[in-house]
């Protein structure tokens, strides 16, 4: 089937599933958006045929609009708010703002003001730092960006090619980098002091590139993984030797990313998710858990690793049993050892998903609260004119919410710059 075909049965498609949109008066879905897209009127001009319109309102309300056509999880967030659910079932609101992306992305009628005002330190090269350049440029300031590594953040090195193609994200990137960065400078900044002499405001964004650690015996053995070095390797296409039993720790995004992936790599490998709580109190979002149960991963639930075994290299994982009793400080049920409830689940390789924490020393200067930096209601950190947003701040959310917070410390950034 030709592309030109393939197209035009797209273009049916989401013409039948925008006219299911009720259009409702307050616009619930768009409440339960991260960065308020207006769905209504894309939707609108997509049932009218007016592709070119309903692409621009995204292009201009979402900076990495295509790149959350295909990994934004709308049915934890505007999806679920969809009225048209309580008849039968929600429009599907990704995959309509994915078709317009995919077919008519042209960013002909793309205007910017001139440049008004000051530059504007930014840190990090994520979607938050991006989406704060996004932002920033339209109101007329020079967005300086300073980040020791390619543009991009976790989208570019850490979602697999089955989920976000490169193509996609190139167009998202690039459309960025040609209209709303001022100025690149390829160097990591080791303290913000040094910024402040040329800069009146920051912006922080630098995402959360350390891992939590694994405290149990063995993590020091051959076949022992960390999450975002198996995630980077797939990403750029390296052969990864690992055995026929691969044994994920862990029950978040990440950890099901990497066994989603794997499972589609190697059909014929076992992988395992190994999770201390139950299913139910997975940090995963749901679609991502049935993705994994529809591709045959297999799942260890109520299982506390307690050693891992092996002479040199890992050959398996001693968990102990779990009882979960009551709920902890986030509402999740409390795991509990079971006596005399050790196994051992027979692996050759384990790959440690447990969470993300900022780079260790990283800006002892801005004060940091539960292992994050710490902003308050203007996203201002405690340093007069340093801003920050995204997973540094907010512990790791998606894309569209590390948008949210760029775009609303743009705002308040140009709040702050006109004041002084």
Same mark, same amino acid.
């Given at each position: 089937? =030709?592309?030109?075909?393939?197209?035009?049965?797209?273009?049916?498609?989401?013409?039948?599933?925008?006219?299911?949109?009720?259009?409702?008066?307050?616009?619930?879905?768009?409440?339960?958006?991260?960065?308020?897209?207006?769905?209504? =009127?894309?939707?609108?001009?997509?049932?009218?045929?007016?592709?070119?319109?309903?692409?621009?309102?995204?292009?201009?309300?979402?900076?990495?609009?295509?790149?959350?056509?295909?990994?934004?999880?709308?049915?934890?967030?505007?999806?679920?708010?969809?009225?048209?659910?309580?008849?039968?079932?929600?429009?599907?609101?990704?995959?309509?703002?994915?078709?317009?992306?995919?077919?008519?992305?042209?960013?002909?009628?793309?205007?910017?003001?001139?440049?008004?005002?000051?530059?504007?330190?930014?840190?990090?090269?994520?979607?938050?730092?991006?989406?704060?350049?996004?932002?920033?440029?339209?109101?007329?300031?020079?967005?300086?960006?300073?980040?020791?590594?390619?543009?991009?953040?976790?989208?570019?090195?850490?979602?697999?090619?089955?989920?976000?193609?490169?193509?996609?994200?190139?167009?998202?990137? *690039?459309?960025?980098?040609?209209?709303?960065?001022?100025?690149?400078?390829?160097?990591?900044?080791?303290?913000?002091?040094?910024?402040?002499?040329?800069?009146?405001?920051?912006?922080?964004?630098?995402?959360?590139?350390?891992?939590?650690?694994?405290?149990?015996?063995?993590? *020091?053995?051959?076949?022992?993984?960390?999450?975002?070095?198996?995630?980077?390797?797939?990403?750029?296409?390296?052969?990864?030797?690992?055995?026929?039993?691969?044994?994920?720790?862990?029950?978040?995004?990440?950890?099901?990313?990497?066994?989603?992936?794997?499972?589609?790599?190697?059909?014929?490998?076992?992988?395992?998710? $190994?999770?201390?709580?139950?299913?139910?109190?997975?940090?995963?979002?749901?679609?991502?858990?049935?993705?994994?149960?529809?591709? %045959?991963?297999?799942?260890?639930? %109520?299982?506390?690793?307690?050693?891992?075994?092996?002479?040199?290299?890992?050959?398996?994982?001693?968990?102990?049993?779990?009882?979960?009793?009551?709920?902890?400080? *986030? %509402?999740?049920?409390?795991?509990?050892?079971?006596?005399?409830?050790?196994?051992?689940?027979?692996?050759?390789?384990? $790959?440690?998903?447990?969470?993300?924490?900022?780079?260790?020393?990283?800006?002892?200067?801005?004060?940091?609260?539960?292992?994050? $930096?710490?902003?308050?209601?203007?996203?201002?950190?405690?340093?007069?004119?340093?801003?920050?947003?995204?997973?540094?701040?907010?512990?790791?959310?998606?894309?569209?919410?590390?948008?949210?917070?760029?775009?609303?410390?743009?705002?308040?950034?140009?709040?702050?710059?006109?004041?002084?």
């Amino acid at each position: 089937m =030709n592309e030109k075909v393939l197209e035009k049965i797209a273009l049916e498609r989401a013409i039948i599933e925008a006219e299911r949109c009720l259009f409702c008066y307050d616009a619930p879905c768009e409440k339960g958006c991260s960065i308020n897209l207006p769905i209504s =009127n894309f939707i609108y001009f997509l049932k009218n045929k007016n592709f070119h319109s309903a692409y621009e309102i995204l292009r201009e309300n979402h900076p990495l609009i295509s790149v959350a056509g295909c990994v934004c999880p709308e049915e934890v967030l505007c999806q679920i708010e969809c009225t048209r659910g309580k008849i039968d079932e929600p429009i599907k609101i990704r995959e309509l703002h994915n078709f317009l992306t995919e077919f008519f992305t042209d960013n002909k009628n793309l205007s910017l003001p001139e440049y008004k005002y000051e530059e504007v330190a930014i840190v990090g090269g994520g979607p938050a730092s991006l989406s704060c350049a996004f932002y920033l440029r339209t109101l007329g300031y020079k967005p300086v960006l300073f980040c020791n590594d390619e543009i991009g953040g976790i989208p570019l090195k850490e979602i697999s090619n089955f989920r976000l193609r490169d193509e996609i994200l190139k167009k998202d990137l *690039d459309f960025i980098k040609e209209n709303f960065i001022f100025r690149y400078e390829n160097k990591k900044i080791e303290s913000l002091f040094e910024l402040q002499k040329d800069f009146k405001a920051i912006f922080i964004g630098i995402g959360l590139s350390g891992e939590i650690e694994l405290e149990i015996d063995g993590v *020091d053995k051959e076949g022992v993984f960390k999450a975002r070095e198996i995630l980077r390797k797939i990403k750029r296409g390296e052969v990864i030797n690992l055995g026929e039993r691969i044994g994920i720790i862990g029950g978040g995004n990440v950890a099901f990313e990497i066994a989603n992936t794997l499972k589609m790599l190697y059909q014929d490998k076992e992988v395992f998710i $190994i999770y201390r709580r139950g299913a139910s109190d997975l940090k995963c979002y749901p679609e991502e858990f049935e993705r994994a149960k529809r591709l %045959g991963v297999n799942f260890y639930f %109520g299982a506390i690793p307690n050693e891992i075994i092996g002479e040199n290299k890992v050959s398996g994982l001693k968990v102990c049993q779990v009882s979960l009793k009551e709920k902890d400080e *986030d %509402g999740r049920r409390k795991p509990m050892k079971i006596e005399n409830s050790e196994f051992i689940i027979p692996l050759d390789n384990i $790959i440690i998903a447990i969470g993300q924490k900022l780079e260790d020393g990283i800006f002892p200067e801005i004060q940091k609260e539960n292992g994050l $930096i710490k902003v308050n209601e203007n996203y201002m950190t405690n340093i007069k004119g340093v801003f920050a947003g995204g997973d540094c701040v907010n512990g790791g959310d998606t894309i569209t919410r590390a948008a949210k917070d760029g775009k609303i410390a743009a705002f308040k950034i140009h709040e702050y710059l006109r004041r002084i």
